[in-house]
């Protein structure tokens, strides 16, 4: 044979080849459920207002990229190869460590204490939650506040080995240390670490706890409460039928399963009005074994503990919404969970309650304060940024002084993403005389 022929072979072969993924496109549809994100969607020539779209290449581009035919098969094997040859990951997202372990890229800089919240923004948390538990206080409601270690945080052994942390402390640890003589506070690493559960309490390919951490959590937080916790019993089983969302992102076209644990208890809860699944934005839950109603606010960590916290109380209502709406829950227990890797987000985002009143006679006036005013409801939302070390931050109104969170409103300000010690939020009573609103700081 020619050696011109063998180059017309190769390289049809080769055209061939490239051709494959495209040709069968429309019979293979990418699953985006395993890859635990939205997939790009067709871009449409022309823009709602009949003009063409100028994106509409770039759009394209991304699509294709995500739709071709065999991606998923593509990608795991990728992730496979780089997994067991190189001990690396494919995915920013996915950090492979050993035994089998993945864990959650974005908790990277807090294993590795780089990139820490500054004093003053550790300050700032400690002066927001304690505003949140003295409202509480006054008001009849009993507050609960835990933050859940990051995997890598309560099992470290099996990240690589060239994840080296500094000597600094975390944000974890520094927050514990400054909130540990707090009553409301609950330290749920030492309640993790102390449980003697026998097993991992962390999925292996997943970036969650396992329903045998999330109730020793449950156990916890009833504890910290004075109050029994569910009867789940000593038995528990153990199925190989979740699929870790770390594993997917690396390995989509695989059903990897990983181990979950079952306790033989059977729940008497029950879901009020239209439920759909865990991670729901709001759930409401009732009880007839349960006693007292309870406002948990959480995030991911929260879906394996909520049947626990929803069969010990009468009536529930578990929320992942920001901010937190604190007013209103007069009678109620209120427990705000967040992860350690979102620690951050509590000088974000103040929650929703009526600004304390405040002595403000030794604060001086922020001439340089950037305000902001918006009118919800019953009351006038004062935020901005105030220039300065400030510890307290004070917005003076009809010849009243109220004490605001220490919140960037990074949203709001159209910043999103951005981060700054000297923001301030406070939901003050209703007042039209806007232009009389001034800030003051200490």
């Known amino acids: 044979m020619k050696r011109s022929t063998l180059y017309r ?20 549809k990418a699953d985006s459920s395993k890859e635990k994100r939205r997939l790009a969607e067709l871009p449409k020539l022309k823009t709602e207002d009949g003009r063409l779209n100028p994106d509409f290449f770039s759009q394209f581009d991304n699509w294709f990229s995500e739709h071709f035919a065999f ?50 923004g550790i300050s700032n948390i400690v002066h927001n939650l304690d505003m949140i538990d003295s409202y509480c206080r006054q008001n009849g409601v009993e507050f609960i506040f835990t933050c859940c270690p990051n995997k890598n945080t309560l099992y470290p052994e099996n990240m690589p080995k060239n994840y080296v942390p500094s000597e600094n402390m975390s944000n974890y640890e520094m927050l514990t240390e400054r909130l540990s003589d707090k009553g409301y506070y609950l330290d749920m690493k030492s ?20 329903n045998m951490g999330a109730y020793v959590g449950h156990t916890a937080i009833m504890g910290k409460l004075g109050r029994e916790s569910c009867p789940v019993g000593e038995s528990w089983t153990v199925k190989n039928d ?10 989509p076209a695989e059903d990897a399963k990983d181990a979950q644990v079952y306790s033989g208890y059977e729940f008497s809860y029950q879901y009020l009005g239209h439920f759909r699944a865990l991670d729901d934005v709001t759930i409401q839950t009732a009880c007839e074994n349960g006693q007292g109603e309870l406002t948990m606010y959480r995030d991911s960590y929260g879906e394996a503990i909520l049947p626990y916290m929803a069969e010990s109380f009468a009536s529930a209502d578990f929320s992942r919404a920001v901010p937190y709406t604190v007013d209103g829950l007069s009678g109620r227990t209120m427990v705000i969970e967040i992860v350690e890797r979102n620690l951050g987000d509590l000088q974000k985002y103040a929650p929703v309650m009526a600004a304390p009143e405040a002595d403000g006679s030794g604060a001086a ?78």
């Open 191 to 210: 309640a993790l670490q102390s449980a003697q559960a026998g097993m991992p309490l962390y999925h292996k390919t997943d970036t969650h706890w396992n």
């Open 242 to 251: 979740r699929l870790g969302d770390l594993a997917a992102m690396i390995y």
């Open 71 to 120: 991606r998923q098969q593509m990608v795991t094997a990728d992730g496979r190869l780089m997994a067991s040859a190189l001990g690396t990951s494919p995915n920013d997202d996915v950090i492979v460590g050993s035994d089998g372990w993945l864990y959650y890229g974005e908790t990277a800089t807090d294993f590795l204490r780089t990139d820490t919240l500054s004093q003053r």
């Open 365 to 442: 006036e922020c001439a340089d304060a950037d305000i902001h005013i918006e009118q919800t409801g019953n009351h006038t939302h004062v935020f901005g940024t105030a220039d300065g070390d400030n510890s307290r931050i004070f917005v003076t109104a009809d010849g009243k002084t109220y004490e605001a969170f220490n919140c960037f409103e990074d949203r709001l300000l159209d910043r999103e993403g951005e981060s700054c010690d000297g923001g301030f939020s406070a939901y003050i009573p209703f007042t039209e005389n806007v232009d009389g609103i001034k800030i003051l700081a200490e």
């Open 9 to 28: 072979l190769y390289s049809a072969a080769f055209i061939g080849i490239c051709l494959v993924p495209a040709v069968c496109m429309p019979f293979s």
